[in-house]
């Protein structure tokens, strides 16, 4: 992956919709939500393999063992295969929340916290490009890591716990990936107003990155968000967004055998056709969550100036440390020098002593013998 071309890609990209519904007599209805994506380098993208696959078309280099330290690589469909990847170009993690403000009573929901990493690959034209535009788009992979997503201890988003592996894990993991090369603007027409084709099956962000000529980034953000709202108000409003052209609202579709339960936020954005419904933008903003901005586990790793002003202190600690360890070597080497020369010098006493002890022995043996034979 040629990332000084597409490195500027990394990092924290929201999305986010607001809008407001009158409702006569009980006043209005504030809606709010957010997709808060970071993405970052994957520590085990040594172990990518790319072997000549057409990832823009969704195919991914899967590694074949024979046998000891001997392995074939192969293009296959993402969406063909349950084989996992060993590493990939990219992590992404997600977060996110949505708020319901009825004539001031506020209802909050959320992930609780950073969902990931999901692993991704970053195709890109580079090799056939005749011109410094391009594109980059992520694919979703399976890959050692896909198995670990784990639901946040103060996740709120879906009343049932089990649901988070249909909309954030395994299963919407597999399920963007056989969808994720296509169109996804009707994903969930098979489920509109029915169940007879079964349960709405949600899929996860999608972003492409494209640069132009003059190299300057264009992004196009595909996301459905998917809600199932609690309470007959809040359902019945939804069925009335989702009427409404200007609202960022679909459905209802079939969910846990309802066939009007589950809705999206539809987030589309596209930045060569910006959309007045959502806004996207790079970096953090207000109105989401701090915690939103940056995963925790990764504050401090990548760049900026925390990281300048952590790795003068950090290089002092390590000098100073290394100085005492070096210390601590020296002298625990002298001592054992010491220890040494102490027990080889033990040794030869205690060698010398039995020898004299010996001797003393054989005289005393020799008087106690003349004695008697006199």
């Known amino acids: 992956k040629n990332f000084t071309r597409w490195g500027e890609i990394f990092g924290t990209w929201v999305a986010n919709a607001e809008y407001t519904y009158h409702i006569p007599i009980l006043g209005d209805i504030t809606v709010k939500a957010y ?3 970071h993405l970052s380098c994957d520590s085990l993208g040594t172990y990518s393999r790319e072997c000549g696959c057409n990832g823009l078309e969704n195919e991914v280099c899967i590694m074949t063992p024979i046998d000891y330290n001997h392995n074939t690589f192969s293009c296959m469909p993402m969406n063909d295969t349950d ?12 977060y996110f929340g949505a708020s319901f403000d009825v004539a001031g009573d506020v209802t909050a929901v959320d992930t609780g916290g950073w969902v990931g990493p999901y692993s991704l690959l970053l195709p890109d034209d580079d090799d056939n490009r005749t011109t410094n535009a391009g594109v980059t788009k992520i694919r979703y992979v399976k890959s050692p890591q896909t198995a670990l997503l784990q639901r946040p201890l103060d996740y709120t988003l879906t009343t049932d716990p089990a649901d988070f592996r249909r909309i954030f894990s395994e299963e919407a993991v597999n399920h963007t990936i056989s969808k994720q090369s296509g169109d996804i603007s009707d994903v969930f027409a098979p489920y509109y107003k029915t169940c007879s084709n079964g349960e709405a099956r ?40 989702a009427e409404d052209p200007t609202k960022p609202v679909s459905g209802p579709y079939c969910w846990n055998g309802d066939p009007n339960k589950g809705f999206t936020f539809d987030f589309n954005f596209d930045s060569g056709n910006p959309s007045d419904l959502v806004n996207f933008n790079a970096g953090c903003v207000s109105g989401i969550p701090d915690e939103a901005c940056v995963p925790p586990n990764l504050m401090g790793c990548e760049g900026g100036s925390e990281a300048d002003i952590h790795s003068t202190q950090s290089a002092t600690l390590d000098l100073s440390l290394t100085f005492y360890l070096a210390v601590g070597a020296a002298l625990l080497a002298a001592c054992t020098v010491c220890m040494g020369c102490w027990v080889r010098r033990l040794k030869r006493d205690v060698k ?3 020898v004299e002890l010996e001797g003393r ?14």
């Open 202 to 241: 949600p899929i996860l962000p999608l972003i492409d990155f494209y640069l132009d000529d003059d190299e300057k980034l264009r992004i196009k953000f595909r996301y459905h968000l998917f809600v199932y709202p609690d309470g007959d108000t809040l359902q019945s409003k939804f069925e009335d967004w």
């Open 361 to 374: 022995r054989s005289m005393v043996d020799h008087v106690s013998g003349g004695g008697e034979d006199g």
């Open 83 to 94: 084989a996992r990847v060993q590493g990939s170009d990219a992590n992404m993690y997600v």
């Open 35 to 37: 997709v808060s994506n």
């Open 352 to 354: 010398g002593y039995k």
